[in-house]
């Protein structure tokens, strides 16, 4: 058990909708990234978010949005679903200066 | 821009053999490379992670990796496989040590043939 807590672990939705995942880091971990892992894509960064900003941004679509709370928790917000967008989100956070990611068991997203 | 071209998406040793899972790495600066390893229906876990202090680094569950800047290579080995290996293992690069933006690879699937 990594600490870091996804939800939901496996969503179905329809083409056009819009859902909203979850991840809630490890104690203490003020960053928290998210990943998006799919066959054709492998692993791609999507963003960084340091205690409540914004910190790097990687290939993440203009239909797609997160954010972090104060609390530290994040939501990655997946609007105006294509086909393609089906994939396994991740989550992960860190302690800054260790080099070393801790990943959430991840959120599968099915677009129909 | 870092990034990590890993050689052979299938890997396939029997019980007790050497594994060996290759990486190598292109960036324009000294980079921080790392190996992950992602088990069926889980997220990845951190094997072991090159910062520079050494070139011969030990991670978990008996695996090391040498960084060999003349060959910009990054190679994951194991003397004596095990069953329990069996998994997609990710090599991953950082530009800057505490930047945990990784660039991941493209990921070998380790198979253990009994």
């Known amino acids: 058990d990594s600490g870091v807590t996804q939800t939901p672990k496996h969503l179905i939705t329809a083409t056009g909708q819009r859902v909203t995942l979850r991840c809630s880091p490890r104690?203490?971990?003020?960053?928290v990234y998210w990943y998006q892992q799919s066959l054709d894509q492998g692993l791609q960064f999507l963003i960084h978010?340091?205690?409540?900003?914004?910190?790097a941004k990687g290939n993440i679509l203009e239909r797609f949005s997160a954010q972090q709370f104060p609390d530290l928790h994040s939501e990655l917000n997946l609007s105006s679903l294509e086909l393609g967008d089906s994939a396994l989100y991740f989550c992960?956070?860190?302690?800054?200066?260790?080099?070393?990611?801790?990943f959430g068991e991840g959120s599968r997203l099915t677009v129909l | 821009a870092q990034s990590v071209t890993q050689l052979g998406s299938h890997v396939s040793v029997s019980e007790g053999a050497l594994v060996l899972l290759r990486c190598n790495y292109s960036?324009?600066?000294?980079?921080?490379l790392f190996w992950y390893v992602q088990y069926p229906n889980q997220g990845l876990q951190l094997l072991l992670k090159?910062?520079?202090?050494?070139?011969l680094v030990k991670g978990i569950n008996g695996f090391e990796a040498e960084f060999k800047k003349s060959e910009t290579s990054f190679h994951l080995t194991k003397p004596s496989a095990h069953m329990s290996d069996a998994a997609e293992y990710f090599c991953?690069?950082?530009?800057?040590?505490?930047?945990?933006?990784?660039?991941f690879g493209t990921g070998t699937r380790l198979t253990i043939i009994p």
């Open positions: 992960a956070s860190s302690v800054a200066h260790t080099g070393e990611l801790f």
């Open positions: 104690s203490g971990d003020l960053s």
């Open positions: 978010y340091y205690n409540g900003e914004e910190r």
């Open positions: 960036s324009s600066v000294p980079p921080y």
């Open positions: 090159y910062t520079s202090a050494a070139t």
């Open positions: 991953a690069v950082s530009r800057n040590f505490g930047n945990e933006k990784l660039t």
